[in-house]
């Protein structure tokens, strides 16, 4: 039974200390791939999709944001799981909340027929462009803080802020079936975000913090590239 094997999955995962206090992700992605197979084809198509999407970072930076759109509407037709779906609209929420805040604080505006976001709050934060949180606080209520960042320049904090929202997000979505796909959602994405930010800690290289510097800064067709 699928309740039966996904208790098992579940239990031969390791434990995930908090993003900031990791010294190394304690599973390879090989090893985790391979517990993986225990998903149904279903689930794991549906997985397998959101982490395409969510890994923007490392897709090719000649993609527009037009591509990302193209890409998340895609993906959304195969994502089906409430869970699922609500961790990929919150993020790629969140990525645009932070798009509109850089193009702000360069003066820029979005232009008609010229995607520059993803996902159902572009039109509202389009409304409520010269309002200090872009009329989205009440889902994004970091907003302001995310704003003082980016005036400040401030990248490494900035990314901080963003994995740790997320990281909560996930940490209130595996909490509610404790054995069931929720905490594998959860699981793999933090173990995808403890890796990534384990490469800007400060022991790291000096060009991987740049790295994040030009990740974080990039320009807004970028983003999602």
Do not use: C
Not at 161 to 188: D, H, Q, S, Y
């Amino acid at each position: 039974m699928a309740a039966q094997r996904y208790y098992a999955l579940v239990a031969s995962l390791p434990r995930l200390v908090h993003f900031e206090q990791a010294e190394y992700v304690p599973i390879t992605r090989e090893a985790l791939e391979s517990r993986l197979r225990a998903l149904t084809p279903d689930h794991w198509a549906q997985l397998d999709a959101a982490i395409l999407l969510m890994r923007w970072q490392k897709q090719p930076r000649e993609r527009t944001t037009a591509d990302i759109v193209a890409q998340y509407d895609k993906a959304m037709t195969v994502i089906t799981h409430p869970a699922l779906r609500e961790v990929l609209e919150y993020w790629m929420g969140q990525r645009t909340v932070v798009v509109a805040l850089r193009m702000r604080k360069r003066g820029d505006r979005p232009q008609p027929d010229t995607p520059w976001g993803v996902g159902r709050w572009t039109r509202k934060i389009e409304a409520h462009w010269d309002d200090a949180d872009l009329g989205v606080k009440s889902v994004y209520p970091w907003v302001e803080r995310a704003r003082s960042l980016i005036e400040s320049d401030d990248a490494l904090e900035l990314e901080r802020m963003l994995v740790g929202v997320i990281w909560n997000k996930l940490t209130e979505i595996e909490g509610r079936t404790p054995f069931g796909f929720e905490r594998v959602i959860a699981f793999v994405f933090k173990w995808d975000f403890s890796k990534r930010w384990l490469s800007y800690d400060a022991g790291a290289a000096k060009e991987r913090f740049q790295d994040l510097i030009v990740e974080v800064l990039r320009d807004h067709q970028k983003l999602f590239a």
